[in-house]
């Protein structure tokens, strides 16, 4: 079973049939979008009230996806209760994007398989092929045998989900927002808002994370993919622009490592945790992130000026030894200050803090001489 998945794999996407359904949603909606809204603009008077609808639905939606679709059924970054699945499950489909169970199959491959033929939607293909076309064709091989998903495919509420996709999604998608709409005095207004023209936007937002998160931006933690860090495509994506992190630490909840970088989808993952609904909150050690980050400075520089790096490549080394030290040694302090709560051990960490961030300073005014 597993050599036929493999060697079907390996058939060319844009070789497979066509998915008429998917070519035909994919380019109709944006269309039906525009001339209902014109037909709406007509008919009716513009109910402002629609805006909230609109960006209701676009954020339960896209959270679906990126705090439940992703972050927790296809990296298990986290534990989430009951309630919060069930929310992931409606909301997610009502974001057509296909059943948590295949999109999880399709993400792993994905993750696994990066920039390879393998994977389903390869950036080296190009932005066109990751952002969309991918979608349009039917997958490379005629039957999932959910290798990569055991543990989803044991999920009864996944697997429930899964079964009714297409009843949720005209239910949860469609149906909702336009009754929701009725109530608000506008059907058509709320099959819109909160229905078709949200679709579109959403789906066009998430494959940004396929397609230009793979091609616009830093290579902040590696560069053995194609993943790319980008502030301004987190926010369009609901904080998953941090992609070069998110592929180097993919077992992290967070995808916005600091706590400025704007990731909604961990401030909302955060906040369920403090309700009680979802736990075991997965963070990668913090001296673990800063040695791939300063490695990979080193290996920028090393690039871009050889002779450079050859004079103050010792000293960069005992920099870095210093500075994943003093990281280490804030987080071994941290965890007792959460036991104990003593005063000296906060001056302590304060002083460790300072000592490290000039240790940085000087890193980069050393890295900085070189440019
Ligand atoms: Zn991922
Ligand atoms: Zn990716």
Do not use: C
Not at 56 to 68: E, M, R
Not at 86 to 94: E, K, M, Q, S
Not at 129 to 155: C, G, Q, V
Not at 276 to 296: F, H, K, P, Q
């Amino acid at each position: 079973m597993k050599n036929s998945r493999d060697q079907n794999l390996f058939i060319d996407r844009y070789a497979a049939e066509l998915d008429w359904v998917n070519v035909l949603f994919l380019f109709g909606t944006p269309f039906l979008s525009i001339a209902l809204l014109f037909t709406y603009l007509q008919l009716e008077t513009f109910n402002p009230h629609f805006i909230w609808l609109f960006l209701s639905f676009y954020f339960v939606t896209g959270i679906s996806i990126t705090g439940g679709y992703h972050r927790l059924y296809s990296h298990r970054t986290y534990k989430a209760s009951k309630p919060l699945e069930l929310f992931y499950l409606l909301f997610g489909a009502a974001a057509l994007q296909n059943s948590v169970l295949f999109w999880a199959d399709d993400h792993r491959r994905h993750h696994l398989y990066v920039d390879t033929e393998k994977d389903p939607y390869n950036a080296r293909r190009g932005l066109w092929f990751s952002h969309m076309a991918w979608i349009l064709y039917k997958d490379s091989y005629k039957e999932r045998d959910i290798a990569t998903i055991p543990d989803l495919a044991k999920n009864p509420f996944v697997m429930w989900q899964h079964k009714y996709y297409w009843l949720l999604v005209v239910l949860m998608g469609f149906g909702l927002p336009t009754l929701v709409g009725y109530f608000m005095g506008s059907t058509l207004g709320g099959f819109i808002f909160g229905g078709i023209l949200r679709i579109v936007v959403v789906h066009h937002l998430v494959f940004l994370i396929n397609s230009l998160a793979h091609y616009w931006g830093s290579q902040t933690y590696s560069d053995d993919n194609t993943a790319r860090d980008s502030s301004l495509i987190a926010l369009l994506t609901y904080g998953e622009g941090y992609h070069n992190f998110h592929h180097a630490f993919e077992a992290d909840y967070r995808n916005g490592v600091g706590w400025f970088n704007w990731d909604p989808t961990k401030w909302f993952i955060l906040i369920m945790s403090k309700l009680g609904m979802a736990t075991d909150l997965r963070r990668i050690n913090e001296s673990v992130i800063l040695r791939a980050r300063l490695a990979m400075e080193k290996k920028r520089l090393k690039a871009a000026s050889p002779d450079f790096f050859a004079t103050v490549a010792e000293s960069l080394d005992r920099l870095q030894i210093r500075l994943i030290e003093i990281r280490q040694r804030i987080n071994t302090l941290k965890v007792e200050y959460k036991n104990f709560k003593d005063n000296q051990l906060r001056i302590e960490i304060r002083n460790a803090k300072r000592e490290f961030r000039l240790a940085l300073a000087q890193w980069r005014s050393t890295i900085a001489m070189a440019y």
